[in-house]
């Protein structure tokens, strides 16, 4: 018997005795479903691979709708709408109806209503509102409702963005669970679990948004109450009977819940019913709970508890009625901390490959949507368009899954992991093939010539493209370029190609400025680096072809260690390595004048088996904990230089398995890292967790700053939380953050800066005054009993690319923001053949400039999606948060009437973030905080933009607008 049943027994606990009225008790009937983890989404879904788990989505469903039209006072929520979809799809039109007329009933209701439930914090604001979006868009075109009330029981830690987009999504609530243990208990007994939070500085009090930590903290239901659990007892209830169970049961419920109540300010708890993929056989568990709500609602004298089948919308307006005064939180829940030295922080860096294959998805999924989009003033037979649509739907699916926090977070099965990545590649080659056909369309719609063939190249990242093999044989390569931001850009390409000899020219005929040097991953074949200049959103042409003249090829020298130091400068940027160590040991800013000394090297920590003293938690896919606070050094790098008129090149072996490349091209003003990482060794028995520490002169005072969701950047401290006497459990690992797109830190008497700009989620940390690491990769030998029942031990290749810059404090927001967007957008290349330049020029056009400008440097274009109906979905953000730069960081407008060259605005609405209802329609719950503020009771939204009048955005702002367009000159 546990404590609270002894007091129970022993009459010690008074029910409804701190209460003149009784406790309302709002039982939330629920089943959360993994849109993968043990099992892959199919399996899943169908309850297949059962020595795994025992769970199957399509009876949940189909046993719930059962069961909910036997009781009219039944009520369930669900919440993964990628399962729900696909269970629609296979129901009857009766059965449709039946469910159409629970969800108008009240009954069954959709809370969050994202495809899935979202990692929070290795995500990034672009795809979380998409995968939102895809859910969204599914409830409202079936059912015409709009979910209000976020529901992340089950995230790792929670970020400050997820409160700030579900605000701008229409949402009155977010639940969460996950938090450090230690915030935990301070809440708990100062009846602090529930609390305004304002996750955004820049957009500030328009966002607030009620907060409520469940209980416990856990998401199942109370303690002897899952009536599907085995060892779990039924409600008895006829006293005829043997065993007849009913009062002891209501009895430690009813102790339960009083209990719970005590950390809680109104007269309303929400106790969850259900879990993880419960409700399989729905009417074992509401047949019990009918019981036992009967019973205690006719002993409401002996109990003091009303209870009632609710949905956490109906709790919500019942605590809003209170009109209480609640704490404001601005901070995030970073890291999550358990119990036992259990810091979730490891999985911010698992599985860095999928997160990295996740990030260019998405580029190419908007690079799709956009290129399709502003083609629509092409005559229709040149492109499919429902084709095109279906298509670009099966890698947004595939995106909207790989959200889920069990995928890109990599906590994660191997075999689940693998049908990711699958997933994800079929959704690419269908948008590709949208990417190639819209392309050759736009080539060649003013020609009245076939279009082209293209061909994609999915390894450059590994120096191969058989596209250009042609070369050889004298044929000409024409590259067409696809940009996804809405800006011009100038950077630079690397393509691999056989020979030896071959020159870049543009579709005038013009040479262009390149550099051929051999292909680093192969001993035979080269790469050919050149510059490349695109319109926004635009497509420009450059051709590869054989020269008729031997060109020089940049090949690398090896130097000596012990030697002079090295040094590649532009004109913009000196680095300089050490002469003996061989590292990078420091940065001049040529435009500033300002120098950075440290020293960057490779280190691994040795993640703990769980076989010590202090405490049995191993490091695995979720847990990052070292064995020992220092890590070992990688070793002594050699080091090789290759200098040439495009880029300059420092290429250090640290280890057969560890190379990094450190490149300056003409014109930079950053290093650009590669690191390539083989499958770390383990044949000495030792997990191995891989970082990069910068060790820096700066003066820091132990801050750094971590983004959240590529949004705005939050404060870090070294020991430290801001809400709560923090006490120090794992000193590496509890100093952990999470970070998307970039960190920094930066020294406010010397106006210098260091940031990091990454082209992949992983964790990051600030260990001691001056310094930051990025951990890169995870070899792990123990699973952390966590939940994933088996080790990290991936052994896949991983290149990945970090971006390095040193300026002023006050100059290097403009600098990194627009880095980001460059490295994690990439240009798409596609091949063609021709036989010469001419030949082609003369056939097709090498340019496409669908912008009649590009847009401001502050402007970001979020969306730009057409739907089937021939509506046009278009966001807009601002770059910036408040205070970043002095002129960057203040509104700005933009006329979405003059945005393209070729199609004309007709009309628009401005929508919620997630486009299912008008802006001009919201009115979200208003909530007073502790320092008296208010806004009036419910607070509606901006004005709405429907004539194409300027839009004017402020620093984080996202607008939505839901447009029309045609062709510019068609009536």
């Not at 084709?387 to 995928?407: C, F, K, P, Y």
């Not at 590529?710 to 100093?735: A, D, H, I």
Request: with cysteine; net charge negative.
């Amino acid at each position: 018997m546990n404590s609270l049943a002894l007091l129970v027994a022993f009459g010690l606990f008074c029910f409804g005795c701190h209460a003149s009225a009784p406790l309302n008790v709002h039982i939330i009937a629920h089943t959360h479903d993994d849109v993968g983890w043990l099992k892959t989404v199919d399996e899943y879904y169908y309850g297949a691979n059962e020595t795994i788990q025992n769970a199957g989505v399509q009876y949940i469903l189909d046993t719930v709708i059962s069961a909910l039209q036997e009781n009219p006072e039944r009520r369930f929520i669900y919440v993964e709408v990628a399962f729900f979809a696909r269970w629609w799809r296979e129901q009857s039109d009766g059965m449709k109806q039946i469910v159409r007329d629970l969800v108008t009933n009240g009954q069954l209701e959709f809370i969050n209503g994202g495809w899935c439930m979202n990692d929070e914090g290795v995500t990034t604001a672009t795809d979380i509102i998409d995968q939102m979006t895809e859910g969204h868009q599914f409830l409202f075109n079936e059912f015409g409702v709009q979910p209000r009330i976020g529901w992340h029981i089950d995230p790792f830690g929670h970020s400050a963005s997820q409160p700030a987009l579900f605000a701008l999504m229409g949402f009155d609530a977010f639940f969460i669970m996950r938090i450090d243990h230690q915030d935990y208990a301070i809440r708990a007994a100062t009846q602090n679990l529930e609390f305004v939070w304002r996750g955004s500085q820049s957009l500030g009090p328009s966002i607030d948004t009620f907060s409520s930590v469940l209980y416990g903290p856990t998401y199942s239901s109370p303690e002897g109450f899952c009536f599907e659990c085995m060892s779990v007892q039924p409600i008895m209830d006829d006293p005829n009977l043997f065993n007849f169970n009913i009062k002891d049961r209501a009895d430690v419920f009813a102790a339960l819940m009083h209990n719970q109540s005590a950390s809680f300010r109104t007269n309303n708890i929400l106790i969850t019913f259900g879990a993880d993929f419960q409700f399989m056989n729905a009417r074992i568990n509401f047949k019990n709970m009918d019981k036992l709500m009967g019973y205690i609602n006719n002993n409401v004298d002996q109990y003091g508890i009303n209870m009632f089948y609710s949905t956490p919308s109906t709790y919500v307006d019942a605590v809003h009625a209170a009109g209480l005064k609640w704490s404001l939180k601005t901070d995030d829940f970073w890291p999550y901390g358990g119990l036992f030295h259990a810091y979730w922080t490891g999985y911010f860096t698992s599985r860095v490959a999928l997160k990295g294959y996740v990030r260019t998805r998405s580029s190419l999924l908007h690079t799709a949507d956009q290129l399709l989009t502003t083609a629509a003033a092409l005559p229709p037979q040149l492109i499919d368009v429902a084709g095109s649509l279906r298509n670009i739907s099966t890698l947004a699916e595939a995106m909207a899954v790989a959200q889920h926090h069990d995928a890109v977070s990599g906590t994660a099965k191997q075999h689940v992991t693998d049908d990711y990545a699958e997933r994800l590649s079929i959704g690419s080659d269908a948008a590709v093939s949208v990417i190639e056909n819209v392309a050759a369309a736009v080539v060649s719609a003013d020609s009245g010539k076939a279009p082209p063939s293209f061909q994609y190249c999915r390894l450059l990242n590994e120096s191969v493209c058989a596209a250009t093999d042609g070369l050889a044989q004298g044929t000409v390569i024409p590259l067409v370029f696809v940009n996804p931001l809405a800006w011009d850009r100038l950077e630079y390409a690397r393509v691999p190609i056989p020979i030896q000899h071959v020159e870049v020219v543009n579709s005038t005929g013009d040479l262009v400025a390149s550099q051929i040097q051999p292909n680093p991953d192969f001993s035979t074949g080269y790469v050919i680096i050149f510059p490349v200049a695109t319109p926004a959103l635009g497509i420009n042409t450059y051709f590869l072809r054989p020269a008729q003249t031997k060109q020089r090829i940049a090949r690398p020298v090896r130097r000596k260690a012990g030697g002079s130091n090295v040094t590649i400068e532009n004109e913009f940027v000196r680095a300089t390595f050490d002469g003996s160590s061989n590292l990078l040991t420091a940065v001049v800013n040529k435009q500033t004048g300002q120098q950075l000394d440290f020293v960057q090297n490779f280190f691994w920590y040795n993640g703990s088996s769980g076989n010590n003293a202090i405490s049995p938690q191993a490091s695995g896919a979720y847990i990052f904990r070292p064995n020992s606070s220092d890590p070992f050094a990688v070793g002594t790098p050699s080091i090789s230089v290759i200098t040439g008129p495009v880029v300059q090149e420092v290429r250090q072996i640290f280890s057969p398995w560890l190379v990094q490349v450190t490149r300056l091209y003409s014109g930079a003003m950053h290093l650009d890292l590669e690191t390539t990482i083989q499958p770390m060794p383990i044949d000495d028995g030792m997990s191995k967790e891989l970082i990069r520490r910068y060790s820096t002169a700066l003066d820091t005072n132990l801050y750094s700053y971590t983004d959240a969701n590529g949004l705005e950047f939050q404060q870090r401290r070294l020991n430290y939380r801001p809400t709560w006497n923090f006490t120090v459990e794992e000193p590496q690992s509890g100093n952990y953050y999470p970070t998307t797109i970039g960190a920094y830190i930066n020294d406010a008497k010397a106006n210098l800066q260091l940031t990091l700009v990454g082209d992949r989620a992983r964790g990051c940390a600030s260990l001691a005054n001056g310094a930051i690491e990025l951990m890169l990769q995870r070899r792990l030998l123990f699973d952390d009993h966590q939940g994933v029942g088996e080790p990290l031990n991936e052994t896949l290749t991983v290149r990945t690319s970090e971006y390095v810059v040193v300026d002023s404090i006050d100059r290097s927001a403009a600098v990194f923001r627009r880095l980001a967007q460059t490295l994690n957008q990439p240009l798409t290349v596609l091949f063609g053949q021709a036989s010469s330049v001419d030949a082609w020029t003369a056939a097709y056009s090498a340019s496409f400039e669908p912008m009649q400008a590009p847009l401001p440097a502050n402007v970001r274009l979020e969306t730009l999606k057409t739907y089937a109906d021939g509506q046009i979905l278009l966001r807009l953000a601002h770059l910036f948060a408040v205070g970043e730069d002095a002129q960057l960081s203040q509104n700005v407008t933009v006329d979405i009437s003059k945005l393209f060259t070729n199609l004309e605005f007709v009309s628009g609405t401005e929508m919620t973030l997630t486009a299912n209802r008008p802006l001009a329609e919201l009115r979200r719950l208003s909530w007073i905080v502790q320092d008296g503020s208010a806004q009036p009771q419910r607070s509606g939204g901006e004005s709405a933009a429907t004539d194409g009048v300027p839009v004017t955005l402020a620093p984080m702002q996202i607008r939505t607008f839901m447009t029309r367009f045609q062709p510019t000159g068609r009536n």
